[in-house]
C-alpha cells in the first residue's frame, strides 16, 4: 500500500474496540534482558516469577500504549526470532541519541531505495536497500534507524511527523486536570444545545458526542452540531 492510499472500514453496526496490548519477544537471558530495556528507559510494570518454571516480565516503551513481555516459558518462539518491530518517533535524531546515551548500538539514519527488495541489509517495511541518511524529501514514515536486543530481536525506529488522513483520530491530551475538566465544561454546554436541536430528547450516545467535540475542539477543527 502506498503511503497515498488509505483502506477504510465500511462496516456498519456496533464497532468494538480492539487494542492491541502485548507483543511476545522471546529472549534466552530473562535477566539480560531485563537489564537491557530497563536501559532503554523504558516502564517496568511487573517481574513475576513463581519460583520454578515460569517467570513473566511486563515493559512499556515512553507514551505507548502496547507493551512486551518476554521471560521463562512464555513463548515457543526461538530468543531473536521477533523482527520488525517498530516503534514510532517524531523525532528520529534525538531518540537515536537517546538511546547512544544508554550505551544502546544503533544503526545510522537511513531511508529507503525507492522500493528496492533484494540486496545485502535486513528487511524492512519498504524493502531491503538502506540508504544512509533522512528521506531527502524529509516525507513521513520514511526514515528510520535500527537496533537490536542482546538476543537479536530486531527493533526499528520510524519517524512519523504527520499521519495518513484518516489514520487517527488526533492527538489529545490535557496540561492538567483543570484544563480537563473545562473542556468537559464546554463540551456539555455544546452538547446541551445539540440536545435543544433535537427535540429535548436525551442523547444516549453522548459519550460519542463528547469525544467527538473535545478531538475537534482541542485540534481547532470545525465543531460538531
Not at 537511513?110 to 533522512?134: K, N, Q
Request: proline letters at 5%.
Amino acid at each position: 500500500m502506498s503511503t497515498n492510499e488509505v483502506r477504510t472500514n465500511d462496516a456498519t453496526g456496533a464497532r468494538v474496540d480492539t487494542k492491541l496490548e502485548i507483543v511476545v519477544i522471546p529472549v534466552s537471558d530473562v535477566d539480560r534482558a531485563k537489564e537491557f530495556y530497563a536501559r532503554l528507559g523504558w516502564r517496568l510494570d511487573a517481574d513475576y516469577d513463581n519460583g520454578s518454571d515460569f517467570r513473566v516480565i511486563q515493559f512499556t516503551p515512553p507514551g505507548s500504549g502496547c507493551s512486551v513481555i518476554f521471560g521463562k516459558n512464555v513463548t515457543g518462539a526461538a530468543p531473536g526470532s521477533a523482527q520488525g518491530l517498530y516503534l514510532i518517533v517524531s523525532d528520529i535524531a534525538a531518540a537515536r541519541d537517546e538511546l547512544l546515551g544508554h550505551g544502546v548500538k544503533v544503526t545510522e539514519v537511513f531511508h529507503d531505495a525507492g522500493g528496492v527488495y533484494a540486496g545485502p541489509d535486513e528487511p524492512y517495511l519498504f524493502g531491503r536497500l538502506r540508504v544512509s541518511g533522512p528521506d531527502p524529501e524529509h516525507r513521513s514514515y520514511r526514515t528510520f534507524a535500527s537496533f537490536h536486543d542482546p538476543d537479536g530481536n530486531g527493533w526499528l525506529f520510524q519517524e512519523i511527523t504527520t499521519r495518513l488522513p484518516g489514520r487517527v483520530a488526533g492527538d489529545t491530551t490535557y496540561a492538567s486536570a483543570s484544563d480537563l475538566a473545562s473542556a468537559l465544561r464546554r463540551a456539555a454546554a455544546a452538547h446541551g444545545e445539540h440536545e435543544k436541536r433535537t427535540g429535548g430528547q436525551r442523547d444516549e450516545n453522548w459519550p460519542d458526542w463528547y469525544a467527538e467535540y473535545m478531538v475537534r475542539d482541542q485540534s481547532g477543527k470545525e465543531l460538531p452540531q
